[in-house]
């Protein structure tokens, strides 16, 4: 079975840094481009990341770029966020999610998700 | 303010076919493909239609996609109740970012 375990959220400080990880199973990850997608409590989804099978293409949203890291262990069979300068705004659940491509880019062929993770940003 | 542009709801009763618009520009739903994906309270999305009309296995055939110039459109026929839940239209866009439409929460009355 197919499965996207994301962790790491949680309550943490403006200014703070925040680092989730997605570990998966049922399937081997280096066939596969991997993306970061959140929601804000009662709000829509909003892409945050992706990055290609062999790390080599990466990419963010523009409200996170500059901020956030994508990165990617296909030995340890995890995908990771790192975010630093974390603002209120990115109060969301974080969807880690499996795309069916192996190249980043072109497409937003998602499937599955994982249960997310919640991070909230609050002093 | 999504770039892909949805109604923020629709509604229909069982039985009805029911249609929710995704709006966008040439450089996202213009000159790439539309995916649609269904989310139910307290879950996580699932892909629902790809590459504009494409039907994952398990999806019935209820649902249909399709896409004229910059915009896209997601039918559901014969509607059911187990069907109320919120619809979000995707695209890739040229700057090579993935975008989602804002949502189209869909109640069955």
């Known amino acids: 079975e197919v499965q996207l375990v994301a962790s790491g959220g949680g309550l943490v400080q403006p200014g703070r840094s925040l680092r989730l990880s997605c570990v998966v199973s049922?399937?081997?990850?280096?066939?596969?481009?991997m993306h970061w997608v959140r929601q804000a409590p009662g709000k829509g989804l909003e892409w945050v990341s992706g990055?290609?099978?062999?790390?080599?293409?990466?990419g963010y949203a523009d409200s996170v770029k500059g901020r956030f890291t994508i990165s990617r262990d296909n030995a340890k069979n995890s995908l990771y966020l790192q975010m630093n300068a974390l603002r209120t705004e990115d109060t969301a659940l974080y969807y880690c999610?499996?795309?069916?491509?192996?190249?980043?880019?072109?497409?937003?062929?998602?499937?599955?998700w994982g249960q997310g993770t919640l991070v909230t940003v609050s002093s | 303010q999504s770039v892909l542009t949805q109604p923020p709801s629709a509604s229909g009763t069982p039985g009805q076919r029911v249609t929710i618009s995704c709006s966008g520009s040439s450089s996202n739903i213009g000159g790439n493909y539309v995916y649609w994906y269904q989310q139910f309270p307290g879950t996580a999305p699932k892909l629902l239609i790809y590459?504009?009309?494409q039907r994952p296995s398990g999806v019935p055939d209820r649902f249909s996609g399709s896409k004229s110039g910059t915009s896209a459109s997601l039918a559901i026929s014969g509607l059911r109740s187990e069907d109320e839940a919120d619809y979000y239209c995707a695209a890739w866009d040229d700057g090579l970012s993935a975008l989602f439409g804002g949502g189209t929460k869909l109640t069955v009355l």
């Open positions: 049922g399937f081997t990850l280096d066939d596969h481009a």
């Open positions: 590459r504009n009309n």
């Open positions: 999610a499996r795309d069916r491509l192996s190249n980043y880019g072109g497409a937003v062929l998602f499937d599955p």
């Open positions: 990055i290609s099978w062999n790390s080599a293409t990466i």
